[in-house]
C-alpha cells in the first residue's frame, strides 16, 4: 500500500471529525477543492462512498464509520510514536567523561555548569580531576582540558580561558632578612616549592621570559606537590617560593599574605582549552559542555 493512501485515510478522519470540508480544510491547511479531490480518490481505491455530503453537513456513511472507529485509533497510536520519536530525538542525554586539573575545574569549568546541569538533568559528569597529560583515547574519556599549547595532535579544541599569567610568589614571613632574587637565577640559592603532575613526568619547569622569548626555569626545593593549591597553601605557610597562576594566588597577594618576585620575568601563557578527538563525531552531550565552557572575551 502506497504512502498516498495513509495520507488520504488522514484527510477523511480529519472530515469525518469535524462534519465539514471547511474546518478539515483549515486544520489541514489545504484547499477545500484540493481536499474534496483527495476525499474522492481514496473512495475511487476503496470502491465505497464514506463521505455523504449535503449543503450544510457532511457525515459518514456505514463504510465511513466503520473506517473512522476502526482505523482512527490507530492512526493515533502511530501519531504519538512519532511524536515520542521526535521528543526523544530533541532530548540531551548520555554520560560525559572529561579529565581537568582541580584548577582549571575550579576556576573555569565548575562555575559554568550549574546551568547546564539544571537544563538537562538526564545529561551525566564525570571528571577525573587530574593535571597529568593523559592519553584521553587510552584512558576513554570524551574530552580532557589542559593548557592549549599541550593540546595533543589530532585533536580539536575549543578555549575556554583568556591567558594566563603565573608569577613567582613567597609569604613576607619568609621574605624577612633575605634579600630578593633579581633573576631566574638567584632561585637556586632559595627554597622553591615545585610541582610534579605524574611519576612519569620530572619536576615542572617554572617558565620564564628570557629576551623576546620563553625559557624554562627548574627549581628545586623541599616540597613537591601534584596540586597548585598544594604549592600555594605552602607558600602562604612560609615554606618557600612557589609559581602558581596569578588568578589563584590573587586573594593572598591582595591581603598581604604572599608577595611576588621578579614580576617582569613572569608572561602570560596560553588559555586553557577543552579538546576531543577531531575525527570523532561530538556527542550532543559534549556539544553543550563545550559551548557552555566557551570563552568569549569582553
Known sequence: MSGEIFRDIVAFITVARQRSFTKAAAELGVSQSALSHTIRNLESRLGLRLLIRTTRSVSPTEAGERLLERVSPR???????????????????????????????????????????????????????????????????????????????????????????????????????????RSPDDLAKYACITTRFSLKEGITPWIVKKGEGLQLCRVEGPLVFNSVYAALDAAVAGYGFTCVPEILARPWLDSGHLHAVLEAWCPSLPGYHIFYPSERQLLPALSIIVEALRYEPD
Open 75 to 181: 492512526f493515533e497510536v502511530i501519531a504519538n510514536e512519532l511524536s515520542s520519536l521526535r521528543e526523544l530525538g530533541s532530548r540531551i542525554t548520555g554520560t560525559v567523561r572529561i579529565t581537568a586539573s582541580d584548577f582549571a575545574y575550579n576556576t573555569f569549568v565548575r562555575p559554568r555548569l550549574l546551568a547546564v546541569l539544571h537544563q538537562y538533568p538526564e545529561v551525566k559528569l564525570e571528571f577525573s580531576n587530574d593535571s597529568a597529560l593523559t592519553d584521553i583515547i587510552a584512558e576513554r574519556f570524551d574530552a580532557g582540558i589542559r593548557a592549549g599549547d599541550r593540546v595533543g595532535k589530532n585533536m580539536a579544541s575549543v578555549r575556554i580561558s583568556p591567558e594566563l599569567r603565573n608569577i613567582i610568589v613567597a609569604s613576607p614571613a619568609y621574605l624577612q632578612d633575605r634579600e630578593l632574587p
